[in-house]
């Protein structure tokens, strides 16, 4: 079972750029979709950016333009990089991961059941 590690919250003034990172403990290249969610109290979770086996990138549309979703298949490492953070972005991160049979298929946020423990973001106004 594949494990997750998120890292790299903090809190930042609005305006400002975070780097998310997610350590998975084995390769997660071709077999599957990656993601990171995000949770704000009292709010449902959101799917925020993912990554299908192919590399195909899809985005929520919160977050579209200053938001990127990478990974690096070396360190076996997922990424977020956010950009011009907004007050409304505070929320827990989740990075997730998805098994996939068809290589570049899509997946639903349904579909992610191996999820990393959260790191917290808090952006001031």
Not at 95 to 120: H, I, K, M, P, R
Request: charged share 15%.
């Amino acid at each position: 079972q594949v494990q997750l590690v998120a890292s790299g919250g903090g809190s930042v003034q609005s305006g400002g750029s975070l780097r998310l990172a997610c350590a998975a403990s084995e390769p997660m290249s071709g077999g599957y979709c990656m993601g990171w969610f995000r949770q704000a109290p009292g709010q449902r979770r959101e799917g925020v950016a993912t990554i299908d086996s192919d590399g195909t990138t899809h985005y929520a549309d919160s977050v579209k333009g200053r938001f990127t979703i990478s990974q690096d298949n070396a360190k076996n490492t997922l990424y977020l990089r956010m950009n011009s953070l907004k007050p409304e972005d505070t929320a827990m991160y989740y990075c997730a991961a998805a098994e996939v049979w068809v290589y570049g298929s899509n997946c639903l946020d349904s579909d992610f059941v191996y999820w990393g423990q959260g790191t917290q973001v808090t952006v001031s106004s």
